[in-house]
């Protein structure tokens, strides 16, 4: 079958969704009162978009999977107590596992070029997720105990981990507006939104296609949307996805690394399979080009023209200075509604008239970084974690193992908080505002932290070796402290809620506030903000060893509580 007559079935199928959805007997236009008071539920989402979101969620597996054994081999030796294989140690394994994160979450940025400028989104995913999967078998080949031995296996990391952060970094800039593609052609041509009359009452059945231009509205009553609700749900398989990790550290323990990498791998491949077969059911947006280039030179005038966008119009710049510019008043509203996706991720202080670049026109009165800080503590809890419980009374469960409780707190607190915490706020008129929940979870996260600085605390108060755990002569380098490790469990679960509360929110607003043609470019400025707190966090990395440990966790509980504070008095009134 050619691929004219391919994409025409795929059509005739979308048209009969739709027909089928949009003349349901059960369901009449929605009015303002109704959009605005009556519980939101998704509508039911076609197989494309769920192919999708597969692949994000094969992708997050072997991530997950992948990073979680990485402190382990790269701190420890073959002979340990918890066996590795290149023996750097903890501060330089950590610091060598954060650079890696930061490359995976600002490589998206430039990756979103290529992605938006001359590749397209399904073009970009075949190409990445062919790179990350290159990149996964040489660190599966390379994983192997000769090679260990013959030092093969840092040849085989620094390689195959370099090919991972590239297909990651492409995969990253374009999945979620892959999925979103597939979102917004199959709700095109239904272009009302809908009530349905159910046995417990009526409903407002969200049309996605509509939920960009409305997301977050000034009466703020519409905790519920349907493209928040999807989004929540691609997060929710993206968390299934990470308990990858359960499985390999099993492997990691009991077969070798070998065998989880190898599982990585089959992941990997299950993504590219899925992006090559499931061609004929995908939309293939073409490329347009990317805005990012058009965006600097814009943004560049107008910093010369007193940090104004204003002054950055064609009529403005071509009375003042002759000059004809590529784009009209249109780009330029683009471009402010984008930049205002800016005050959430990076509020920067605004007691001035002129304001920093990324806060042009943007209202904010905030005195710290936002997300970034967030990220920190992320990072905390991913790396510096694992070789807190390697100083911990394991009783054969695998160090690496406790954080898997994350992904798994994740996904019932999601369930819990969107159908259950959301749905009772609204009904009982309490407006649960986006800025609120962002500010909830840091407030959550910055509670993470200290409780880590408490848990650490116990460590070094505890025998053998204190402050100075399997490294005293009582110890002899294989006897931990006397701790059990599922004191550390709260840690990831107080993680996850916080979570549920920022991450979901942040993207949709993120995805909402997005021109179209800037999405997959905004989506990954979105993700560097996490680049951004894993470099801070690497400056933090020095205070990653014994006996510094409690005052790491400390100085990150204090930050996250103090930009926690910054973020909710900067925008308590959004």
């Known amino acids: 079958m050619d691929t004219s007559a391919e994409e025409d079935k795929a059509e005739r199928g979308r048209a009969a969704y739709i027909a089928q959805f949009s003349t349901a007997p059960d ?4 009015t303002e009162d109704e959009i605005r008071e009556l519980e939101h539920v998704a509508a039911r989402l076609p197989a494309r978009v769920w192919l999708a979101a597969t ?33 750097l140690g903890k501060s330089h394994a950590t610091t060598v596992n954060l650079a890696f994160t930061v490359a995976v979450n600002l490589l998206p940025l430039p990756a979103s070029i290529l992605v938006d400028g ?15 999967a290159l990149g996964s078998a040489i660190l599966f080949g390379t994983s192997f105990p000769s090679e260990m031995r013959s030092g093969v296996a840092l040849i085989g990391f620094i390689l195959g981990s370099t090919l991972i952060a590239v297909g990651l970094g492409g995969v990253q800039a374009s999945v979620q507006p892959f999925i979103g593609n597939m979102l917004s052609v199959m709700f095109t041509q239904f272009g009302e939104d809908h009530t ?8 407002y059945r969200a049309n996605y296609a509509n939920k960009n231009q409305e997301e977050w509205p000034a009466g703020g009553r519409k905790s519920r949307n349907g493209s928040l609700l999807t ?23 009991y077969i070798g690394f070998w065998s989880a990498y190898l599982l990585d791998l089959c992941a990997v491949l299950l993504a590219v399979v899925i992006v090559h077969l499931a061609r004929p059911k995908f939309v293939h947006p073409v490329a347009q080009g990317s805005v990012l280039p058009r965006a600097a030179r814009c943004l560049w005038y107008a910093a010369r023209d007193g940090f104004s966008l204003d002054a950055a119009g064609p009529e403005h710049q071509l009375e003042n200075h002759q000059r004809v510019v590529p784009w009209d008043k249109e780009f330029i509203a683009e471009l402010r509604g984008a930049l205002s996706a800016f005050k959430i991720w990076y509020f920067l202080s605004n007691t001035h008239s002129q304001v920093v670049i990324l806060s042009f026109d943007v209202a904010s009165n905030g005195s710290s970084i936002g997300w970034p800080i967030f990220w920190v503590c992320m990072g905390q809890g991913a790396q510096v974690s694992i070789s807190q419980a390697g100083q911990m009374e394991t009783h054969g469960i695998p160090n690496d193992l406790i954080k898997s409780s994350n992904p798994v707190a994740y996904v019932v607190f999601g369930v819990l908080v969107q159908k259950q915490l959301y749905p009772l706020l609204q009904r009982r008129k309490i407006h649960f505002s986006p800025v609120n929940r962002i500010s909830l979870g840091f407030f959550i996260m910055s509670v993470a932290m200290a409780y880590s600085a408490v848990v650490q605390a116990i460590i070094y108060r505890s025998g053998p070796c204190y402050s100075h755990p399997l490294s005293c002569a009582a110890s002899g380098g294989r006897t931990p402290n006397q701790v059990y490790v599922l ?15 920022c991450w979901p929110t942040g993207s949709e607003y993120t995805y909402s506030h997005a021109p179209k043609s800037m999405k997959s470019v905004l989506q990954a400025c979105y993700i560097s903000t996490a680049g951004v707190g894993y470099l801070l966090g690497m400056a933090l990395s020095p205070l990653a060893r014994d006996p510094l440990l409690v005052v790491l966790w400390s100085v990150t509980a204090a930050m996250m509580f103090a930009t926690a504070c910054a973020f909710w008095i900067a925008f308590r009134k959004d």
């Open 118 to 132: 001359r590749l397209g989104r399904y073009r970009s995913l075949q190409i990445f997720t062919g790179i990350y």
């Open 231 to 253: 989004r929540d749900r691609h997060s929710r398989m993206v968390n299934v996805g990470s308990l990858g990790s359960i499985a390999t550290t099993l492997m990691e323990k």
């Open 196 to 203: 349905h009359c159910l046995p417990s009452g009526p409903i």
């Open 487 to 501: 004191l550390q469990l709260p840690t990831f679960v107080i993680i996850a809620l916080a979570e549920v509360f």
């Open 27 to 30: 369901s009449e236009a929605a």
């Open 55 to 87: 692949i994000g969620m094969a992708e997050r597996f072997a991530y997950y999977g992948t990073q979680t054994l990485f402190q382990n081999y790269l701190q420890n030796s073959p002979g340990d107590l918890i066996p590795g294989a290149i023996g």
